[in-house]
C-alpha cells in the first residue's frame, strides 16, 4: 500500500503543481515554449500517472487521452486546427474506452441526461460564435467532447469522477465557445476554462485508475482467479 502510494504520488504532487500554478503564470512574461511546456505538464503528468499505476493495456489508453489532452494544450497555443485535431483524437480514444465499460443499469434521470446532453451541447456550441462562419467547425468540434462526456457518465466508473469530471471538461469547452460571442468582455471564462478542464482531467484520470486497480486486486484475491 505504502509502496504504492509512493510510487503514484510524485506524478500526481507534480501534475497538482504544474495544472495548478499555470492558472496563476498563463498571463506573465514568461517565454511562450516555457509556457507552453508548462501548461502541458498538468496533464502530462497525468498520462504518466495511469501508465504507472495500470501496469496493462488500459494504463497505455488512459495515458494515450492524456498525453493527447496534453499536446492539444500545447498545440493550441500556436494552432487552433492542431490544437483541436489532438483532443479530438483523444475524445475518439476515450469514447471507445468508455464502450467496453457500459453501466448495465442506468436510471431514468441519467438516462435522459446523457441522451440529452450531446444535442443540447452541440447546440449551444453551434448557437455561440458570433462569426457565423466558426459555427460548423465549433459544433462538429464540440460533439466528439460531448459525447465523450455522454460515455463516461453512462460508464461503470463513478458518476461523481469520472462523469462529472468529463462534464466539467465539456462546460470548459462551451466556455470558450462563448468567449467567441456573448461572453467575449466577460471575466468569467477567464475564470472558470482553465480550472474546470484541469481538474476535469484530474478527476478522470484519478477515477478510473482508481476503479481498475481496486477490480484487478478483487479479481487477484478471488480464488477464482487465483
Known sequence: MKSAFAESRPFLLLSLLFGISYFFVKDSNIPGLYLMAWKGAGVG??????????HRLDGKIVGAIMALG?????ALENDLILGAGAFMAGHLVAIAFYSR????????SQKIFAILLVPLSVLIAWALPSVRADAAGVAVYCLSVAAMAAMAWT????????????VMFLVSDL??????????????????????????QFMIATGIV????????AESADPVHA
Open 175 to 200: 466556455l470558450i465557445f462563448a468567449r467567441m460571442g456573448p461572453m467575449e468582455n466577460s471575466v468569467i471564462p477567464e475564470l472558470l476554462i482553465w480550472p474546470l478542464y484541469y481538474f476535469g
Open 101 to 108: 465499460f457500459r453501466r448495465h443499469q442506468l436510471g431514468f
Open 70 to 74: 496534453a499536446i492539444g494544450d500545447m
Open 210 to 217: 482508481r476503479t481498475l486497480r481496486h477490480e484487478l486486486a
Open 155 to 166: 460508464s461503470r466508473f463513478s458518476r461523481y469522477q469520472v462523469g462529472a469530471g468529463a
Open 45 to 54: 503528468f497525468l498520462a504518466i500517472y495511469a501508465l504507472v499505476r495500470l
